[in-house]
T-cell receptor, first 115, second 118 residues
Framework: DGGITQSPKYLFRKEGQNVTLSCEQN?????MYWYRQDPGQGLRLIYYSQIVNDFQKGDIAEGYSVSREKKESFPLTVTSAQKNPTAFYLC??????????????FGQGTRLTVV | AQSVAQPEDQVNVAEGNPLTVKCTYSVSGNPYLFWYVQYPNRGLQFLLKYITGDNLVKGSYGFEAEFNKSQTSFHLKKPSALVSDSALYFCAVRDERILGAGSYQLTFGKGTKLSVIP
């Protein structure tokens, strides 16, 4: 089945550690996105990429980094510079060849907790 | 800049009654509008999207949405609510006037929690 796989589902991080969240898609979508979800704040865009080896900052990129070495993969690293990383992280992807009314597909999310 | 407002943090409705979840948007050009649903600790599932020219859009699980250009609204509706509809609902928008690498990014509202009471 085609889809987006995020791993792990739950992740615990100690203060000062970097952690990497995985996002893999087999939908052959060009664009991939990372969102952060906090209660009552909706989804906020961290980073996005529309092509391999290229990505752009979203609204809340500070303390995060990404790479896009393969079309299928868009890992997110939460660095120690991110002061409040506890949140639910969602990866999404979309096609770029069907026009702007094409919907995005989401993974099942990773819940990151700082301990 | 594009933006979305969901004015109600929570909507409560009795099972079997009609439900409405409100969404208003702001864009520079024509909007591309979407509704998603999220169950606890899960990703977002696509429900429906606005298609130019169809002011009433039908989607998954019996949901529909009414587009009103003059009121810049895209309210989600269902004629008869089910307990299983209880979830968090998000409205999202793309603006056709945004060009370049950022043109396909979605802007989301803060979400509305729908509770259907048996």
């Amino acid at each position: 089945d085609g889809g987006i796989t995020q791993s792990p589902k739950y992740l615990f991080r100690k203060e000062g550690q970097n952690v990497t969240l995985s996002c893999e898609q087999n939908l052959n979508h060009d664009a991939m996105y990372w969102y952060r979800q906090d209660p009552g704040q909706g989804l906020r865009l961290i980073y996005y990429s529309q092509i391999v080896n290229d990505f752009q900052k979203g609204d809340i990129a500070e303390g995060y980094s990404v790479s896009r070495e393969k079309k299928e993969s868009f890992p997110l690293t939460v660095t120690s510079a991110q002061k409040n990383p506890t949140a639910f992280y969602l990866c999404a992807s979309t096609r770029l060849d069907l026009g702007m009314n094409t919907e995005a597909f989401f993974g099942q999310g990773t819940r990151l907790t700082v301990v | 800049a594009q933006s979305v407002a969901q004015p109600e943090d929570q909507v409560n409705v009795a099972e079997g009654n009609p439900l409405t979840v409100k969404c208003t948007y702001s864009v520079s050009g024509n909007p591309y509008l979407f509704w998603y649903v999220q169950y606890p600790n899960r990703g977002l599932q696509f429900l429906l999207k606005y298609i130019t020219g169809d002011n009433l859009v039908k989607g998954s699980y019996g949901f529909e949405a009414e587009f009103n250009k003059s009121q810049t609204s895209f309210h989600l509706k269902k004629p008869s609510a089910l307990v299983s509809d209880s979830a968090l609902y998000f409205c999202a928008v793309r603006d056709e006037r945004i060009l370049g690498a950022g043109s396909y990014q979605l802007t989301f509202g803060k979400g509305t929690k729908l509770s259907v009471i048996p």
